[in-house]
């Protein structure tokens, strides 16, 4: 349980590396949206 309360990874940067990836896969998410609607 230990892992989950570092990040999931169990180092400081897990959380930050994780966040990333979710800001990342929401923008891309954004685009499918939008380019889905200009279409």
């Given at each position: ?9 169990g180092y ?11 800001l990342v ?15």
């Amino acid at each position: 349980m230990s892992a989950y309360g570092c990040g999931g990874y169990g180092y400081g940067s897990g959380l930050a590396r994780t966040a990333v990836i979710v800001l990342v896969l929401f923008i891309l998410l954004v685009i499918i949206l939008a380019a889905g609607i200009y279409v």
